[in-house]
């Protein structure tokens, strides 16, 4: 059964940064699986923040990201991160984590606010 834990959720002012981190427990080989990052804000739809590519080379982000946020990934722990940068209180939302389209992990927030 596998498991994914995220962390690095918090209460940040506008123009500052957080890192969100996404572990997996054994049992996904990490080098191939597909990796993203989404996000509901209240009373919206979950949207996709950031992926991997097929070829997971490549990276691909949600419109609203402009350059602010990077989705990274180190294969030997098993662990996926974004880094967000210039958060502003439009981010504010739940961050979930999601491996292979099935897998999601329990979701961390992330609050923008001064």
């Known amino acids: 059964h596998v498991q994914l834990v995220e962390s690095g959720g918090g209460l940040v002012q506008p123009g500052g940064s957080l890192r969100l981190s996404c572990t997996a427990s054994s049992g996904i080989i990490f080098s191939i699986s597909r990796l993203a990052w989404y996000r509901q804000a209240p009373g919206k739809q979950r949207e996709l923040v950031a992926r991997?590519?097929?070829?997971?080379?490549?990276?691909y982000y949600g419109d609203f990201v402009k350059g602010r946020f990077t989705i990274s990934r180190d294969n030997a722990k098993n662990t996926m991160y974004l880094q967000m940068n210039s958060l502003e209180p439009e981010d504010t939302a739940v961050f979930y984590c999601?491996?292979?389209?099935?897998?999601w992990g329990q979701g961390t927030q992330v609050t923008v606010s001064s």
């Open positions: 999601n491996i292979n389209y099935g897998l």
């Open positions: 991997f590519g097929d070829n997971n080379n490549n990276t």
